[in-house]
């Protein structure tokens, strides 16, 4: 064997030997905290044919209000205030419900509750009955949306 | 003529979305003072500045907590940012275990949702000090 060889040979062994001993363990940590992000977009009501039902549901224009929710650490629950009414109508019925992966309610004048999945998109409806009709002006339909831990 | 009357009553346009977030939704502390601090942080999603304001109220109900400090209780918060609030529950008598909630939502609400974030808060005091 000659000198550069050798030579070469104690050169690998040695970067052999630096490279084991700079071996690390790198560590990314992530921390997540119990978060609840609530994301509201409006509906429309629509009156019916019949002069007495504006709804959500159904007519030309009629469109549902959505709330996505987005949480992290434990599946928040979702509070409904109840319905609250603003408009020319008196003595009209308001009633909402909503449906969602998991948060399920059916027409109601009162508030409700419900649990709901860490992201989930929720689809409320809203619906107002007056038998003596709707007077023309602009109405709306409220309701306060609590996400938190029960 | 159903048709006009239909436009004439239609109700809340859609509106663009806005978003309010929180945390964490539920947070205890002990404390040997009079005075235990929490913070809390609150997240602006939305794709523009928006205020926020937030304010305590006791468990299931609307009613405001008295000896409750929040730093600040009203702040501007760019898009996609997110601040620490700080609350402060205030004169603890010894022993006393007070729980109440922080809730943030946006200063001005509209449109037919109106969406809020509230956090459980436990603040309690060891007695005899």
Known sequence: MNKTWVRYSLGLSALVVASSAQAATVTINGVVINLCTLTPVSGTMVVDTAGTTMTTESGTGAAPATLSVVATGAAPTLTFTAPVLSGPASGATTEIRYTGSSANQGYTSAGSSASTSLIDLVTIHARVQSSTGFPSGSYAVTTTVTCGQS | ?129
């Open chain 2, 1 to 129: 003529m159903m048709r006009l009357i239909a436009m004439a009553a239609c109700a809340a346009l859609a509106v663009p979305a806005f978003a309010v977030g929180m945390g964490p939704l539920e947070k205890e502390g002990l404390t040997d003072g009079p005075a235990k601090g929490f913070y809390l942080t609150v997240v602006n999603p939305f794709e523009d500045v928006e205020t926020f304001r937030l304010y305590p109220a006791v468990i299931g109900g609307e009613d405001p907590v008295p000896d409750v400090r929040i730093h600040p209780e009203r702040f501007r918060l760019a898009a996609g940012r997110q601040r620490r609030v700080l609350v402060v529950a205030q004169n603890l008598e010894p022993g006393e275990t007070r729980v109440f909630r922080v809730c943030a939502e946006k200063n001005e609400q509209e449109g037919m949702i109106h969406a809020r974030v509230c956090s459980k808060l436990t603040a309690s005091r060891i007695a005899g000090q």
